[in-house]
């Protein structure tokens, strides 16, 4: 896991990225109302960037992303890859806040808009 250290420097990198995305949808014509609703906090664009970390630390990047695209499918067990990637991404998640407590908010979130176990 990424040192507590670095969070200030992920945030840093999460406010640029987010502004990109707000200036891409503005520059698109988007409304603003609508697209703000959705967009990524600063606290979730780094805690995603952590689970990203964590999955390719530890081998995982290919199969998950694999069990994403297949969940996306409309195969027959696309609803098991999806429940396999989500069960990953839940266990890599609950493990962020015992390391950077100060993204429990965040990281609560994305768990919450996981499908139920």
């Known amino acids: 896991m990424i040192d507590t250290e ?3 420097h992920l945030r840093r990198n999460a406010r640029l990225e987010r502004a990109a995305l707000i200036e891409h949808h503005a520059r698109e014509g988007e409304d603003p109302a609508e697209f703000m609703a959705v967009m990524p ?12 970390d964590e999955l390719h630390g530890r081998g995982l990047a290919a199969e998950h992303g ?7 499918s409309t195969v027959s067990d696309a609803a ?10 839940r266990r ?3 493990e962020i806040p015992r390391e950077h407590p100060e993204l429990s908010t965040a990281v609560w979130y994305l768990l919450g808009r996981l499908g139920t176990p």
């Open 80 to 89: 098991e890859h999806r429940r396999n990637a989500e069960a990953v991404e």
């Open 41 to 52: 906090s600063v606290d979730e664009l780094v805690v995603a960037t952590l689970l990203d």
């Open 92 to 94: 890599l998640l609950h």
């Open 6 to 8: 670095s969070i200030p």
């Open 66 to 72: 694999l069990a994403r695209l297949a969940g996306m």
